[in-house]
């Protein structure tokens, strides 16, 4: 009986260890997440390089590193968070100017769902929040939605 039970649990196990070996091969874009952006993609870029720093910093202090390696570790590091930094800051600009030159071709079209479209704009700093907000993108003030006016 015990020899049974033996033999249908390996079967078991044996099954499921050689069912993802056996099954089908995925297209290479279905593996990554769905919300994998190139803004998301940077920052997670940026926190990584952020850690490096962190642990270099250490590394440093604890005597594992020399002044010379620490420095030359240091300047890689901050100049491809630099250059990070600045990617993301381009994306960003872009977006805006993206969403700048929609809401200019649905007036240039002469949609009248325009005038239904809330207003996302900061009451306190007056920044205008390109997409649906709670927050104000610049400052965290509560955005209330209004009504544009025609």
């Excluded at 070996?21 to 997440?33: F, K």
């Excluded at 590091?77 to 649905?106: G, H, K, N």
Aim: charge should be negative; include cysteine.
């Amino acid at each position: 009986m015990l020899l049974v039970i033996g033999i249908l649990i390996t079967v078991a196990l044996l099954i499921l260890v050689s069912a993802p070996l056996l099954a089908p091969e995925t297209t290479a874009g279905s593996t990554l997440p769905v919300d994998v952006t190139p803004q998301i993609d940077l920052k997670r870029r940026r926190l990584v390089l952020y850690e490096n720093l962190q642990d270099l910093e250490f590394e440093y202090k604890a005597g594992k590193l020399s002044a010379d390696d620490y420095n030359a570790l240091r300047l890689d590091y901050t100049a491809e968070a630099a250059q990070l930094m600045a990617v993301s800051q381009d994306l960003e600009i872009t977006s805006t100017e993206d969403a700048f030159i929609e809401r200019a071709v649905v007036a240039r079209r002469g949609r009248p769902k325009l005038d239904s479209v809330p207003d996302y704009t900061c009451p306190q700093c007056g920044f205008e929040n390109p997409l649906p907000v709670k927050f104000c993108g610049e400052c965290g003030t509560a955005i209330v939605p209004r009504e544009r006016k025609a």
